[in-house]
C-alpha cells in the first residue's frame, strides 16, 4: 500500500471516530457474559489494534492500525501509532478519553442509531457480550458494535458489502480491558545471582550554589560461588578488591521487598521506557510524600532497582541538588537457568586477581564449643614473579580484622599455601567415598584423614580436587595449652560444575 492511500485509510478512521465525548456504560448486565470493564488508568504498552478498509472509486485499500502508550507522565499518555508495514509515528500526548478515541463510539454517531439487539463475540478465549447498533447516517445504512457495558466498538460497517464508499472496521486485539495484559511489553529479567563479569556503575552530581561536582562509584564481580562473591570496588583512582556475600551485595544493587510502585511511601508520576544492558525496559518514575526525591525503578520477575535518583534539600539558604544515574549490565532477555549442579566439580588451580577462599567453623577447646569463626582470604594482586597479596578477614569473638595480609612470598605450591588448611595435604588417606550435603549440592565427595604433627584431620574433600567440603581438625594438648578443634566447611570460587 502507498504511503498515500494508507494516509486516506488512517484519516477515514479518524474522521469516523471524530467527535468523540466518551460516555462509559458500566452498568453489569445481570444475564448473559459478564460484561467487560476498562481499567482505569493504562500503563506502559497497553495498546489496541484495528483493521480498517474501504472501497472507493472501485478500490480496495486495507490497513491495520496499533495505538500504544510509550510514556505516561502527570496522567497523560505519549502515544504512538504503528501500522503492520512497520510504519510508526507519534500519536501525541492525550489524556484517556484521547487515547480510546478513534474506537470510541461518540455520543453524536450514537444519537443517530438505535440499539436493535446484542450478539456474542470474542476477546482472545474469553466469551463477551456486545450491543447491535444499527440505522441511517449521511444517507448511508451504518452497523456498529460495542462490548456491552462501553462504548468500545468491536466493529462497524457503513455501506453495503463490496458497494462504492462500504467502510468497515474490526477491532483485531487489545489490552485496554481489566484483566488483561499487554502482550507486546518487553520481557526482561534482572539476574538475582551475581556472576563474574556483572557490574553496576553509580554516577553522582551534587549541584549547589551555581557549581557542581561529579563522583563515580563502580562495582565489578570478579569472581562468585554459591554465597560469595570477589568484589572490586572503583571510585577515581582508587579500587579495592574485598570479598562480600551475595546477600549484602544484592542490597547495593537490588532495594525493598515488594513493588516500590505499590508502595504508601510513593507515588508515580511517570512512565517510560529506557535502555538497560542494551535491552528497552519499561521504567516508572517516583516521588516521596515531602516530593524532594524521585527515582526511577525497573521491575520484573520479584526483583526491582533504582536506575536513577533526584534528591534535593536546603542548606541554609542554598538548595543542594544530588542526582544519581546507574549503568549496568545485571538486565536479561531470557531467565537465568542457574546451575543445577549436574556434571563434575571441577577445581581451577591457577590463582587469579579476585580468587577467594571462605572457611566457617565451630571452634571448640577442650570439647566444649567456644566460639564461631568466618575466615576469608581475597587474592588482590599478582606480580609477575610469583608473588601474590592477599587481604584477609576472620570474624569470631577472639579477634576482628581486616588485615591486608600483606605480599605472600610462596614456596613449593602456591595453591597449597592460598587455601592452607582447606587445602587436602598429599599424605592423606582416603577410606571411603559417598555423596555428600554440601554447600554446593549434592556432590561425590572422598573420605580422607591425615595427620599432620600433633594436628589429626578428618574430613570430606570433593571427589577430583584437593579442596575439602568439610573437615574436623584436632590438635592434643602441647605445653599445658588446651586441646581445640575447628569443625568447618569451605567455600571458592575456583570450584564449578563442568557438563
Known amino acids: 500500500m502507498n504511503n498515500k492511500v494508507l494516509a486516506a485509510v488512517i484519516a477515514v478512521a479518524v474522521i469516523a471516530a471524530a467527535g468523540v465525548a466518551v460516555y462509559y456504560h458500566l452498568n453489569k448486565d445481570p444475564g448473559g457474559d459478564p460484561p467487560l470493564e476498562l481499567k482505569d488508568e493504562f500503563d506502559l504498552g497497553d495498546y489496541y489494534t484495528y483493521s480498517i478498509s474501504q472501497t472507493v472509486g472501485g478500490q480496495y485499500t486495507q490497513a491495520t492500525i496499533t495505538y500504544t502508550i510509550e510514556s505516561i507522565s502527570d496522567g497523560s499518555y505519549g502515544v504512538i501509532m504503528s501500522t503492520a508495514g512497520g510504519q510508526t509515528t507519534s500519536a501525541g500526548v492525550m489524556d484517556k478519553a484521547g487515547f480510546l478515541g478513534p474506537i470510541t463510539m461518540s455520543e453524536d454517531l450514537k444519537s443517530q442509531l438505535s440499539k436493535s439487539g446484542t450478539e456474542s463475540s470474542w476477546i482472545g478465549s474469553k466469551p463477551v457480550t456486545c450491543d447491535i447498533w444499527s440505522g441511517t447516517v ?6 456498529v458494535s460495542t462490548y456491552s457495558g462501553t462504548d468500545i466498538m468491536r466493529s462497524y460497517q457503513k455501506g453495503a458489502d463490496y458497494s462504492d464508499g ?3 472496521f474490526s477491532m483485531s486485539g487489545s489490552t485496554i480491558f481489566k484483566g488483561s495484559v499487554a502482550s507486546d511489553t518487553p ?16 554516577q553522582t552530581v551534587i549541584a549547589s550554589g551555581g557549581t557542581s561536582s561529579t563522583s563515580t562509584v563502580r562495582y565489578d564481580v570478579l569472581s562468585s560461588s554459591v554465597n560469595y562473591v570477589g568484589l572490586e570496588t572503583k571510585e577515581g583512582s582508587e579500587s579495592d578488591i574485598d570479598v562480600v556475600s551475595k546477600e549484602d551485595l544484592l542490597g547495593k544493587w537490588l532495594v525493598g521487598d515488594g513493588s516500590l510502585k505499590d508502595s504508601e511511601e510513593w507515588t508515580q ?5 529506557v ?13 516521596n510524600q515531602n516530593q524532594t526525591q524521585r527515582i526511577r525503578v525497573i521491575e520484573s520477575d520479584g526483583q526491582h532497582m533504582i536506575i536513577g ?6 542548606t541554609g539558604e542554598v538548595v543542594v541538588m544530588e542526582t544519581k544515574t546507574v549503568s549496568t549490565n545485571i538486565v536479561q532477555s531470557t531467565r537465568s537457568s542457574g546451575d543445577t549442579g549436574a556434571g563434575t566439580l571441577d577445581f581451577r588451580d591457577e590463582l587469579k586477581v579476585g580468587d577467594f577462599v571462605v572457611i566457617e567453623g565451630l571452634v571448640e577447646q577442650n570439647g ?3 566460639y564461631e569463626q568466618t575466615f576469608i582470604k581475597v587474592i588482590v594482586d599478582i606480580s609477575p614473579d610469583g608473588v601474590y597479596t592477599t587481604k584477609t578477614y576472620r570474624n569470631d569473638s577472639e579477634s576482628t580484622y581486616p588485615s591486608s595480609g600483606g605480599s605472600v612470598e610462596y614456596h613449593g605450591d602456591p595453591v597449597e599455601t592460598f587455601f592452607d588448611r582447606s587445602y587436602c595435604p598429599d599424605n592423606h588417606t582416603t577410606i571411603g567415598t559417598e555423596f555428600r550435603d554440601t554447600i554446593y549440592g549434592s556432590v561425590l565427595c572422598d573420605h580422607v584423614t591425615y595427620v599432620d604433627g600433633a594436628i589429626t584431620g578428618d574430613g570430606w574433600v570433593y571427589h577430583g580436587t584437593p579442596i575439602f567440603a568439610n573437615a574436623d581438625l584436632n590438635q592434643e594438648s602441647l605445653d599445658g595449652n588446651p586441646n581445640w578443634c575447628i569443625i568447618y566447611s569451605v567455600e ?8
Open 368 to 370: 566444649e564449643p567456644r
Open 138 to 143: 449521511d444517507g448511508v445504512q451504518m452497523k
Open 309 to 314: 535518583s533526584q534528591t534535593s534539600k536546603m
Open 166 to 168: 462500504r467502510i468497515y
Open 269 to 273: 508520576i511517570g512512565a517510560d521506557y
Open 275 to 287: 535502555t538497560v544492558s542494551g535491552i528497552e525496559v519499561p521504567s516508572y518514575v517516583l516521588e
Open 187 to 202: 520481557s526482561f529479567y534482572i539476574r538475582s545471582d551475581p556472576a563474574a563479569g556483572d557490574y553496576v556503575e553509580v
Open 492 to 499: 571458592t570460587n575456583m570450584l564449578a560444575f563442568s557438563a
